[in-house]
């Protein structure tokens, strides 16, 4: 296996701290170039299963996450006048995974990130670019990176440079580029007064809603729509909200109310719908949205950026082995995530009564038998020794 000593990521998000971090633990000098002004993160907030969390134990914040957990108690999918179709206990999917499932803001845990690294370990308005993805093969040829303050060297580049990365561009300049998953999402972030609800989520015809209490005191809400790409609404988000979902249940209307315009947060959805054919070239790997970007529809995009940080780690001195170790894997995710889309988000009157009653048929027969769709993912737990080199092992990715 090549050695590492010095690793340069591109991408200050939270595949790229937790890449740094967890390569910083390894003894490899690291340094992070950013290429926003500040660290501040892009979205709202992120959810963490119990497979992200075991990844986070390595570098040493899991327990500081974990306690951010808030108390979810019972939970599930509603329809819009609603009604349960899935009840869901926080308790159980524990019990099932081994831990929680901890929702916080992006801030948060990008501050728990950072804070596990060097202070000078990251560059902020650093805009960065692969000059040559270098050749493990040849101790004499590095990788080489352009930086406004000049050219790095490295033993190993990670690139987390999100949906549009460049470095994907560069590496595997005749793949197709990410494409429009058919819908929108909003998000938002603030406080409720009065709020008092289980976490759920609520499926109607092309449209779907999600309300979470955070520990903090905060309210997360976000919402999918089927529409054509690049749409944006004729006044502002929340006057586009109130319409797409100002009738429906409790406490919709509340966290409505409780939003100004300047809360919500519009995205298009894209994801790789054709896989790469590695996550790796030369000396430099892609993590997270870089190298599989999904639908949120999992609520594992995040998810597996963590996952692919601590195997890359794991595997810095031999990237084939970290592309054997997470391709199988986020490749399937991905697929499933598209699958949950095209569920969650159906039009067809006929398709939805059919999917609404299979759905609460399911949970009042066997309660604990949706959980399973998550085995194989939150399930996940992080490589350990012997380290592998050429071959994956359980627990691998």
């Known amino acids: 296996m090549a050695q590492v000593e010095r690793a340069v990521v591109i991408g200050g998000g939270i595949g790229g701290?937790?890449?740094?971090?967890?390569?910083?633990?390894?003894g490899i000098r690291v340094t992070v170039l950013e290429r926003a002004a500040s660290l501040a993160p892009a979205g709202a907030a992120i959810s963490l299963a119990p497979n992200a969390l075991r990844a986070l134990d390595l570098?040493?914040?899991?327990?500081?996450?974990?306690?951010?957990?808030?108390?979810?108690?019972?939970?599930?999918?509603?329809?819009?006048?609603?009604?349960?179709?899935?009840?869901?206990s926080a308790a159980a999917a524990s019990e099932r995974f081994g831990g929680p499932?901890?929702?916080?803001?992006?801030?948060?845990?990008?501050?728990?990130?950072?804070?596990?690294?060097?202070?000078?370990?990251?560059?902020?308005?650093?805009?960065?670019?692969?000059?040559?993805?270098?050749?493990?093969?040849d101790p004499g040829r590095?990788?080489?990176?352009?930086?406004?303050?000049?050219?790095?060297?490295?033993?190993?580049?990670?690139?987390?440079?999100?949906?549009?990365?460049?470095?994907?561009?560069?590496?595997?300049?005749?793949?197709?580029?990410?494409?429009?998953?058919?819908?929108?999402?909003?998000?938002?972030?603030?406080?409720?007064?009065g709020a008092?609800?289980?976490?759920?989520?609520?499926?109607?015809?092309?449209?779907?809603?999600?309300?979470?209490?955070?520990?903090?005191?905060?309210?997360?809400?976000?919402?999918?729509?089927?529409?054509?790409?690049?749409?944006?609404?004729?006044?502002?988000?929340?006057?586009?909200l109130l319409r797409l979902y100002g009738d429906w249940h409790d406490p919709v209307p509340a966290v409505l109310a409780a939003a100004r315009p300047e809360d919500v947060l519009r995205h298009d959805v894209h994801h790789l719908a054709?896989?790469?054919?590695?996550?790796?070239?030369?000396?430099?790997?892609?993590?997270?949205?870089?190298?599989?970007?999904?639908?949120?529809n999992l609520g594992q995009g995040g998810n597996q950026a963590i996952e692919d940080a601590v195997v890359l780690a794991h595997h810095s001195g031999d990237l084939t082995a970290y592309t054997a170790a997470r391709l199988p894997r986020t490749t399937a995710i991905a697929r499933q995530a598209v699958r949950a889309a095209r569920l969650n988000l159906m039009t067809s009157r006929a398709g939805i009564a059919l999917r609404d009653h299979a759905l609460a048929a399911v949970s009042r027969a066997a309660p604990g038998l949706l959980l399973r769709t998550f085995d194989g993912i939150a399930d996940w737990h992080p490589p350990r020794p012997p380290y592998a080199s050429r071959q994956t092992t359980p627990g691998d990715g």
């Open 274 to 296: 054709r896989p790469l054919p590695a996550l790796h070239h030369g000396r430099v790997a892609l993590v997270g949205d870089a190298a599989h970007a999904m639908p949120p």
């Open 59 to 88: 570098i040493g914040v899991g327990d500081a996450v974990r306690a951010l957990a808030a108390f979810q108690g019972d939970g599930g999918v509603r329809a819009p006048d609603g009604r349960w179709l899935v009840r869901s």
């Open 196 to 240: 008092d609800f289980a976490s759920h989520e609520t499926w109607g015809p092309g449209r779907i809603w999600g309300t979470h209490p955070l520990r903090d005191g905060r309210v997360y809400a976000y919402a999918a729509a089927r529409t054509p790409e690049g749409g944006r609404a004729p006044d502002d988000e929340k006057a586009e």
């Open 17 to 26: 701290l937790t890449a740094a971090s967890a390569l910083h633990r390894r």
């Open 101 to 137: 499932l901890v929702l916080l803001s992006r801030a948060t845990l990008v501050g728990h990130l950072a804070a596990t690294l060097p202070p000078d370990a990251v560059r902020t308005a650093a805009d960065a670019r692969v000059l040559d993805p270098g050749d493990p093969a």
């Open 142 to 193: 590095p990788a080489r990176v352009s930086t406004p303050d000049g050219e790095l060297t490295a033993d190993l580049v990670v690139a987390a440079d999100g949906i549009r990365s460049a470095v994907r561009g560069t590496l595997f300049p005749d793949r197709p580029g990410p494409v429009y998953a058919g819908f929108t999402t909003w998000r938002v972030l603030i406080p409720v007064p």
